[in-house]
């Protein structure tokens, strides 16, 4: 495929990213608007977050640096990256770059609009490299020859995939954190 047709798709999907990331937004927006009946599970769960929260920073650094050490190893490898990241104005990158943000997560004690984007758009991409992890085939090619290329470990394949999946849950459980005491001040 062309560099330019590449690129097309992938502002095309960047597009497609930011609805579903809105989208996203205002399922979590009414699912922690209902969680309000349950104060007692939601108490549970905002104490647990709190506790361990210095895990949870681990875990997130960790995941983040074993998910996008894979995805480079898929995507970064080949010769026509660089024109790639030309034609797109460097948005091929933004997947590789915005889970890092999850790590200041459990340290957030408000939220805003920004914070809570933020959490559904890395919510967004890490449902998107789960797709593409799970689609790709078992050989990594290294160039533009489809004959050339280098095998993968399976097993850390679906380690990564594991991880990312937690990742998303633990991220959308830091937006019902952030965002259920402004939902239990709006009921009042």
């Given at each position: 495929?062309?560099?330019?047709?590449?690129?097309?798709?992938?502002?095309?999907?960047?597009?497609?990213?930011?609805?579903?990331?809105?989208?996203?937004?205002?399922?979590?927006?009414?699912?922690?608007?209902?969680?309000?009946?349950?104060?007692?599970?939601?108490?549970?769960?905002?104490g647990?977050?709190?506790?361990?929260?210095?895990?949870?920073?681990?875990y997130?650094?960790?995941a983040?640096?074993?998910?996008?050490?894979?995805?480079?190893?898929?995507?970064?490898?080949?010769?026509?990256?660089?024109?790639?990241?030309?034609?797109?104005?460097g948005?091929?990158?933004?997947?590789?770059?915005?889970?890092?943000?999850?790590?200041?997560?459990?340290?957030?004690?408000?939220?805003?609009?920004?914070?809570?984007?933020?959490?559904?758009?890395?919510?967004?991409?890490?449902?998107?490299?789960?797709?593409?992890?799970?689609?790709?085939?078992?050989?990594?090619?290294?160039?533009?020859?489809?004959?050339e290329?280098?095998?993968?470990?399976?097993?850390?394949?679906?380690?990564?995939?594991?991880?990312?999946?937690?990742?998303?849950?633990?991220?959308?459980?830091?937006?019902?954190?952030?965002?259920?005491?402004?939902?239990?001040?709006?009921?009042?």
């Amino acid at each position: 495929m062309e560099p330019g047709k590449y690129a097309l798709m992938v502002w095309l999907a960047f597009y497609l990213v930011l609805i579903l990331t809105f989208i996203q937004k205002k399922l979590l927006d009414f699912l922690t608007a209902k969680m309000v009946k349950y104060q007692s599970v939601s108490l549970k769960v905002i104490g647990i977050l709190n506790r361990f929260k210095y895990l949870f920073v681990l875990y997130f650094f960790v995941a983040t640096y074993f998910w996008m050490r894979e995805a480079i190893r898929y995507y970064f490898l080949t010769q026509l990256i660089a024109w790639i990241i030309i034609f797109t104005l460097g948005l091929y990158v933004v997947p590789f770059i915005f889970p890092w943000t999850s790590i200041i997560l459990p340290f957030q004690k408000k939220t805003n609009e920004a914070v809570n984007l933020m959490i559904s758009l890395t919510g967004i991409i890490s449902l998107g490299w789960i797709v593409r992890l799970l689609r790709t085939g078992y050989v990594i090619t290294l160039d533009t020859s489809p004959y050339e290329g280098q095998q993968t470990s399976q097993l850390y394949r679906f380690l990564v995939i594991g991880s990312i999946i937690f990742h998303y849950i633990f991220s959308m459980l830091y937006y019902f954190k952030l965002n259920y005491s402004k939902e239990v001040e709006k009921n009042k």
